[in-house]
T-cell receptor, first 111, second 111 residues
């Protein structure tokens, strides 16, 4: 099974600073990688899906990169805002479309 | 949100009682999943389905059963609820692209 690690577990940044969130995984033979956002008490919202053939994927202020050889993905959030405060999770599929999740990066953007 | 609803959204029950949670989707996706989310453990897969009447166990399936008699509905049953099953339960579907989308969750408390 794929092992997924997200470090740090929690971080705080001042508003306007760029956010860099890291996800590492053990098996580089991946099909895709997905980033989610979760607000407190809410469900998961899909942010970006990167296919294994892609190096990066962008959506607005979000950019996710993928380096399969090193087993890493990075989520960049430009010019952070207080509304970006949430927990960000990365996930990768293994066996029959199941997902292995990291435990998340809990982000607080300080106004 | 891929047309996923979960019911009930909140439930309080007593130890030893049976509980059934329902996940309903409107877009005819083949793959459906049940996860639980607990502090310190993250998201863990309970059971999943890859078609009508086709289901399989996830990593934390003990004490749970599932059924899928129609494409749109995936039921999770706790035959005899225990306090360790107090959790937030999420249903998800998988698009053909591999991207997963989650329902809003059910908060279950077992007293």
């Amino acid at each position: 099974k794929q092992e997924v690690t997200q470090i740090p577990a929690a971080l705080s940044v001042p508003e306007g600073e760029n956010l860099v969130l890291n996800c590492s995984f053990t098996d580089s033979a991946i099909y895709n990688l997905q980033w989610f956002r979760q607000d407190p008490g809410k469900g998961l919202t899909s942010l970006l899906l990167i296919q294994s053939s892609q190096r990066e994927q962008t959506s607005g202020r979000l950019n996710a990169s993928l380096d399969k050889s090193s087993g890493r993905s990075t989520l960049y959030i430009a010019a952070s805002q207080p509304g970006d405060s949430a927990t960000y999770l990365c996930a990768l599929p293994y066996g029959n479309n199941r997902l292995a999740f990291g435990k998340g990066n809990q982000v607080v953007v300080i106004p | 949100d891929a047309g996923i609803t979960q019911s009930p959204r909140h439930k309080v029950t007593e130890t030893g009682t049976p509980v059934t949670l329902r996940c309903h989707q409107t877009e005819n996706h083949r793959y459906m999943y049940w996860y639980r989310q607990d502090p310190g453990h993250g998201l863990r897969l309970i059971h999943y389905s890859y078609g009508v009447k086709d289901t399989d166990k996830g990593e934390v399936s003990d004490g749970y059963s599932v059924s899928r008699s129609k494409t749109e509905d995936f039921l999770l049953t706790l035959e005899s609820a225990t306090s360790s099953q107090t959790s937030v339960y999420f249903c998800a579907i998988s698009h053909k692209s591999g991207e997963q989308f989650f329902g809003p969750g059910t908060r279950l408390t077992v007293l």
